[in-house]
């Protein structure tokens, strides 16, 4: 395999139907962000050639269509040799655990994505309440990921309850999305820190925050990092060289843990630019952690 073939581990469809595939909204929610363009799987496919990527991790956009997977799912069926569908579940749904195993078994998914619906919420129930830690059991029993997402705020207690369940399930890949530092925050959430007078600044290089954060992870060799354009922006707004960020994780946990994803679907970019930024990103890499940076290591963890 070519040393620049890219794995993307995290786009985001949006359909062009939305009758066949309406809108839903999450746990505790009424609203549902309303879109005004589309990503189909035909146009990513499209944009993967034309730019080198191999495979892609369609990862369900919650904040669309809620627990709805349907898209990615018939996404990931009509094309498997591209597509690796990743889904939202609500965690605190007792059904949830079966309905997850059924899609695993019979329907080509091979992750399962967790995520805080609220900002203002300050609780961990979900992502390990008794109905969560089934969710987390089940997808180690099937051994297919679990990624999770945090906002920024929730870190100082979101990330040492991640911990414990990656003690408590140590045979199970772990993929912490947008890395998990301070540079974790999107551009829509930067705007509510600033709204309500919260810092919204990022560590600085060399350590860019790590050792405040996600430095509690570097002996649970099951806890990998999903780099994105949320992470590109954040270090853009502090003139911050995105490669020095990607030596210093692969320092400390190794490449074989650093994975990439273009946000497609949610960060703006052009498909062309976030596939060469992943490439510049990597320039501190030497070969085999570029490779395992690039693709290897999303290969491993949702080979089929």
């Known amino acids: 395999m070519a040393d620049d073939v890219i794995f993307d581990t995290h ?20 609203h549902v962000t309303q879109m005004t363009y589309s990503a189909t799987a035909e146009w990513l496919i499209d944009q993967m050639d034309a730019n080198g990527v191999g495979k ?23 094309y498997p040799d ?26 080509g ?11 203002e919420f300050f609780d961990t129930a979900w992502m390990n309440s ?14 297919t990921p679990v990624a999770i997402i945090f906002f920024r705020r929730h870190l100082s207690w979101a990330l ?52 405040e954060t996600i430095a509690m992870f570097e002996k649970l060799p099951n806890v990998s990092f999903k780099f994105t354009e949320i992470n590109m922006e954040r ?25 990439w994803g273009s946000d497609l679907g949610q960060s703006e970019w052009p498909y062309a630019d976030k596939a060469q930024l992943a490439r510049q990103a990597a320039a501190e890499l030497n070969a085999d952690e570029r490779r395992a940076f690039l693709y290897g290591t999303a290969d491993r963890l949702y080979a089929r």
């Not at 998914?109 to 900002?119: P, S, Y």
């Not at 059991?137 to 099937?142: E, G, M, N, S, Y």
Request: glycine fraction near 6%; aromatic fraction near 8%.
């Open 56 to 78: 892609a991790c369609i990862v369900q956009r919650g904040h669309v269509y809620g627990y709805d997977n349907s898209y990615i799912i018939d996404s990931g069926k009509k």
């Open 130 to 143: 008794p109905e969560a830690m089934e969710c987390w059991r089940t997808a180690a029993d099937l051994g």
């Open 109 to 119: 998914v091979r992750g399962l994505r967790l995520a805080q619906t609220h900002f």
């Open 11 to 30: 786009a985001h469809l949006i359909a062009d139907d939305y009758t066949a595939y309406p809108a839903s909204p999450l746990r505790g929610t009424t």
């Open 82 to 107: 591209r597509f690796v569908p990743v889904v939202i579940l609500d965690a605190q749904d007792p059904e949830t655990p079966a309905k997850y195993r059924d899609m695993a078994l019979n329907h």
């Open 160 to 211: 040492p309850a991640l911990k414990f369940i990656a003690e408590y399930l140590p045979s199970l890949p772990i993929i912490v999305d947008h890395i998990g530092t301070p540079h974790t925050l999107s551009n829509p959430e930067k705007a509510r820190y600033d709204a309500a007078g919260l810092d919204s600044s990022m560590p600085p290089p060399p350590d860019f925050g790590i050792a």
């Open 235 to 259: 270090l853009a707004d502090q003139r911050a060289e995105p490669s020095r960020f990607i030596r210093r994780l692969a320092d400390a946990f190794g490449a074989d843990r650093l994975m």
